[in-house]
């Protein structure tokens, strides 16, 4: 296998090199930023246009060196616009073909520019390098709301009432931030991002296709969230506060303060978040004989109310030891803390409706999730072509998940009967990671990588029962489970720039192993299992642009999804009397095909075709326990075909208006063996919707929204259409430097869900409701004084698996 690896990675640089010494010159066109010390900007938006026109034609962000490449296929007179954080933008003319490259130098915004310039407010979404790109605080309705919030109203994403993450459609999503995964699923990634006030993030990057860079995890992509750095030098800052009336009382507030001076560099993003909220679920279960005929109902109304108390700090020093040399450590932490009362009935209903027992259920739950975590970076650049950089990682989860439930039966029967759970769960983890770029020629670059990674889970669950008389311990329950994991990796990847053609072509190899111990107690049996599996994982895409105006791009790559640690573990986790959610020690990876080809015409309108298919394909699995006992688990049942079609426009109508939507068709094929042979097809959409208007030169007004219509995700739930609407206006004062915004989310309160879920022998009707109509009003101030940008590494050792979570 080593040597397979060794000529793969041979064969790939000897194939670019070649590729090189054939290449004919082109009319590439490249810009540089730099500052006014001619430092370059990293991440500045460049866009294209024809001279004396206001349609735009490209746009680009900037490298790590400054750099933006473009194709231009017609010759003429066009103008570049560069923005960048922290300085002015710039306006610059220049004829195609004889210009070939343009330097651009940007002052900071505390400087007057003797050229051209331009005042432009960046979009709520922009679509570059093949990704899609959310500018969180471009839409003035982010305010006040919560991570999870704000991706449930991003171009292409849908969130399920479980929390559960889709983009384009399709389950199974890598969530990491600031490049690094979040190691979480589930209920705990759900605690985490709906814990994280959207204040204290600058931008969400959507990524379908990504490249062998990334890790292979997540068949739907990756979601990348970027948490707000300030960079300039100097010291500097901005503080936001907002409170929120829904039913309860909401309220979040962040601080990110910078300061650089020489060869130092120190940042801090805070943010609290206090949330006060409710879960209403009403629940129709139906059972029925082989027949099909009803034998009883069980109607279950439940009300939770919730209050959450949420704490996070990144904080760090970058020391720039040279020009070409960087190094630097990063610390961050997040306190989650939930506490939770629930009350629900369970009615019990004979055929033909008459009442046989009822059972009330008061519940408590305590959840506490801590994390640390530490990052230890370097970069270094060895010549103008070639670029090192390394990171090495720890991290740290503590979970304490306590439950309480007190069951009362009334009717002919009756009991008092009560059952606690002590679920504590610690993960660790180690991952480091190694990259080198080389750029060769003027148009292709080869990237190499390695990275390994550990990580050790420790989960109890301790349960035990009242009687009615005294406590004891339920050791059909209560359970020990120990996993840790080891996944070693390698990648490759060539891209290139011709005269109308780009490409990128990489390979990536995972060898993973893993070895999980149930250690059972005096009556259930203990139980060790381990598995080692390695793949090949290739990727790529291939890009032409016909003319100036349209460009056509075809992507393609294989992706894993592994289960998360925890769903391997069979704890029994109790929702209530008469359903428990429960993980599967035989779970397996499943692997996924992706194609998309797609069509953009002037970077406004965006078409794409896409395609994917799922073998051992992931599903909530319902199974039938006792006579009245339904168990939630997950597991492979079988494979999916998802053939998707979407259209994307970005537009300015008027000047005062501008209007992005985005529209997701799929059709979804499933089908599995659970008990009985399944088969299920969807055909589902989903729409966004984002418009801008600018009132004045200092208040601007926002309407935006989605809907999506019936929809599926797992083989046996079918889920009813929903969708909210929110608006929002955004004031300037204080010169510019502060902002008032007042806004109104989910105003018709039409964000339910609802669904029909199939059980072996029975079928549940349900529809859930929380505390999602909220009105804001919140107030945002800038200060300090920049000077210059600087850049600051994001870290490069985070491509790991969000996985931890159950």
């Known amino acids: 296998m080593k040597l397979l690896i060794k000529f793969v990675f041979i064969a790939v640089c000897f194939a670019s090199n070649g590729v090189l010494k054939a290449q004919i010159a082109n009319s590439d066109f490249s810009i540089t930023v730099l500052d006014d010390q001619q430092k370059p900007i990293e991440n500045a938006t460049v866009e294209l246009r024809k ?59 505390t400087k007057n520019l003797n050229e051209v310039t331009v005042t432009s407010r960046k979009p709520f979404v922009q679509r570059t390098n093949g990704k899609t790109v959310v500018n969180v605080d471009a839409s003035i309705t982010n305010a006040g709301t919560t991570v999870l919030e704000v991706l449930e109203k991003s171009p292409g994403v849908m969130v399920d009432k479980n929390g559960g993450i889709s983009l384009q459609g399709k389950a199974s999503v890598l969530v990491m931030i600031d490049d690094k995964p979040t190691y979480l699923s589930g209920t705990e990634l759900n605690n985490l991002l709906s814990s994280m006030s959207s204040s204290q993030v600058n931008q969400i990057e959507l990524i379908t296709s990504p490249s062998a860079k990334y890790d292979a995890s997540g068949n739907a992509g990756i979601i990348n969230i970027k948490t707000k750095k300030n960079k300039q030098e100097g010291f500097n800052g901005n503080f936001l506060t907002n409170v929120g009336q829904g039913k309860y009382i909401k309220n979040n507030n962040s601080l990110v303060l910078n300061y650089r001076k020489g060869m130092f ?95 009330s259920t008061y519940s408590t739950s305590d959840f506490k999730l801590k994390n640390g975590s530490v990052n230890l970076y370097g970069r270094h650049n060895i010549n103008k072509t070639q670029d090192i950089g390394f990171d090495v990682d720890y991290l740290k989860y503590s979970v304490d998940n306590d439950q309480a439930f007190n069951n009362i ?52 669950a301790a349960y035990s029962k009242f009687n009615g008389t005294v406590w004891q311990p339920d050791l059909y329950k209560s359970n020990h489970f120990l996993y840790k994991e080891n996944i070693n990796s390698v990648y490759t990847s060539i891209e290139q720039k011709l005269k109308k053609i780009s490409y990128q072509v990489g390979i990536r190899y995972e060898n993973t192993h893993y070895k999980a111990n149930q250690l059972g107690n005096v009556i259930q049996a203990g139980s060790i299992f381990n598995k080692t599996y390695q793949d090949f994982f290739p990727s790529g895409f291939i890009s032409y642009d016909v003319d100036s105006l349209n460009s056509f791009s075809l992507t393609a790559g294989r992706r894993i999804d592994r289960p998360a640690y925890q769903k391997l573990n069979p704890f029994v986790f109790i929702i209530n009397k008469y359903t428990y959610q429960r993980g599967n020690p035989a779970f397996l990876p499943q692997y996924t095909y992706n194609f998309e080809l797609s069509h953009s015409y002037k970077q406004m309108l965006t078409t794409t075709i896409s395609y994917s298919n799922i073998k051992n394909y992931f599903s909530q699995l319902f199974l039938s326990e006792g006579n009245d006992i339904l ?176």
């Not at 194709?71 to 210009?99: L, R, W």
């Open 265 to 359: 560099n120190t940042f801090l993003n805070y943010g609290f978040n206090y949330n006060k909220g409710f879960t209403s679920i009403y629940a129709l279960r139906k059972y029925f004989d082989n027949s099909g005929a009803t034998t009883a109902s069980l109607d279950q109304p439940s009300y939770l109310g919730n209050i959450g108390k949420n704490n996070s700090l990144k904080t760090g020093l970058d020391f720039y030891a040279s020009e070409k040399t960087t190094f630097g450590v990063t610390l961050s932490g997040v306190l989650v803390k939930r506490d939770g009362k629930s009350d629900a009935i369970a009615t019990w209903l004979s055929p033909t409706n008459v009442v046989d027992s009822a059972i």
């Open 409 to 460: 039966r009334t009717g002919t029967v009756s009991y008092n009967q009560g059952s606690r759970g002590l679920i504590p769960s610690e993960l660790e983890i180690f991952a480091a990671k190694a990259d080198y770029t080389a750029q060769l020629g003027k148009t292709a670059r080869l990237e190499v990588g390695l990275k390994s990674s550990v990580i050790n889970t420790d989960n109890t």
């Open 631 to 806: 168990v939630y688990t997950e597991g492979n049942v079988g494979q999916m075909h998802n053939l998707g079609a979407s259209i994307s426009l970005q537009v300015s109508p008027f000047k005062w208006w501008s209007l992005i939507a985005q529209s997701n068709f799929n059709y979804k094929r499933l089908s599995g063996y659970q008990n009985v042979d399944y088969k299920s097809s969807i055909k589902q959409l989903h729409t966004s919707l984002n418009n801008q208007f600018k009132i004045s030169t200092t208040l601007n007004g926002e309407i935006s929204g989605f809907y999506t219509t019936k929809n599926r995700n797992d083989l046996q739930e079918l889920l009813s259409p929903t969708g909210q609407l929110s608006a929002g206006l955004a004031k300037t004062v204080l010169k510019g430097k502060g902002t008032i915004r007042l806004t109104g989310r989910d105003i018709f309160y039409t964000q339910s869900m609802e669904g029909v879920t199939d059980f072996p022998g029975a079928s549940e009707y349900f529809i859930l409701w929380r505390d999602s109509q909220v009105l804001n009003v919140g107030f945002s101030y800038r200060f300090g004084k920049p000077l210059k940008a600087a850049k600051r590494s994001t870290g490069g050792a985070g491509d790991e698996i969000n996985r931890a979570g159950s």
């Open 51 to 109: 001279a004396n026109q206001q349609a735009l034609l490209k746009a680009a962000i900037t490298n790590v060196k400054g750099v933006a490449f473009f194709q231009i296929g017609a010759a003429g007179k066009y103008t570049a616009t560069v923005i960048a954080v922290g300085h002015n933008n710039k306006t610059t003319g220049f004829e195609s073909p004889i210009a070939k490259t343009l330097t651009v130098n940007l002052n900071a915004t």
